[in-house]
């Protein structure tokens, strides 16, 4: 089955430590973002990448970092510079505009989501 | 800049209908609907682009006036399974807005037996 994965669901942390969440996805698709979601809140972009080996800051990047060396993966790192990282993470991807011909296929699909807790 | 959702939270009983209205201050080229379950990933309903494009999905429709940089999501005879919190997700029209989504806050609507 085609999809997107995300893990852990849920995910612990203690203040001052680095935390990696992970994003892995067989849709062959280009781009793929990380969101943050609060409660009652909409979704805010991290970061995205719409190629290996390249990736922009989004709306609230600080204390965050990504890497993206795979097509398929795109780890999203939870550094201890963010203050107030208790959140539902997403992740997203979808084909490229440039390479597909079909406006359609911008639609951005999303894993399940990791909630991140600060102890 | 966020686009603006409106109304806020919506109820509704079974077979009723609904609108929920997404507004931008900036030019767009497409407009996202997604809906959220609880705790759940968003589920995408549908994409509208520039151009005034209206689109539908089973008995859910959308609506995307360019010039009003608005669009408009049309929910008939509402059923059950349609309680969750909408999103709209806009693209600017400009060149660094490429691929980057803006979300609404999101409306809540709820749908009693």
């Known amino acids: 089955d085609g999809g997107i994965t995300q893990s852990p669901k849920y995910l612990f942390r203690k203040e001052g430590q680095n935390v990696t969440l992970s994003c892995e996805q067989n849709?062959?698709?280009?781009?793929m973002y990380w969101y943050r979601q609060d409660p009652g809140q909409g979704l805010r972009l991290i970061y995205y990448s719409q190629i290996v080996n390249d990736f922009q800051k989004g709306d609230i990047a600080e204390g965050y970092s990504v890497s993206r060396e795979k097509k398929e993966s795109f780890p999203l790192t939870v550094t201890s510079a963010q203050k107030n990282p208790t959140a539902f993470y997403l992740c997203?991807?979808?084909?490229?505009?440039?390479?597909?011909?079909?406006?359609?296929?911008?639609?951005?699909?999303f894993g399940p989501g990791t909630r991140l807790t600060v102890l | 800049q966020q686009p603006v959702q409106s109304p806020q939270a919506v109820i509704l009983r079974e077979g009723e209908d609904a609108v929920i209205n997404c507004s931008s201050s900036?030019?767009?080229?497409?407009v996202h609907w997604y809906r959220q379950k609880h705790g759940e990933a968003p589920v995408f309903l549908m994409i509208?682009?520039?151009?005034?494009e209206q689109k539908g999905h089973e008995k859910i429709s959308a609506s995307f006036n360019e010039k009003k940089q608005q669009s408009s999501l049309y929910l008939t005879a509402s059923q059950l399974s349609y309680s969750g919190t909408y999103f709209c997700?806009?693209?600017?029209?400009?060149?660094?807005?490429?691929?980057?989504?803006?979300f609404g806050q999101g409306t809540i609507l709820t749908v009693h037996p």
């Open positions: 900036k030019a767009l080229y497409s």
């Open positions: 849709l062959n698709h280009d781009a």
């Open positions: 997203a991807s979808s084909i490229d505009r440039g390479l597909a011909g079909d406006r359609d296929t911008d639609t951005q699909y």
């Open positions: 509208l682009l520039k151009g005034g």
């Open positions: 997700g806009t693209e600017g029209a400009g060149g660094t807005s490429y691929g980057k989504l803006t």
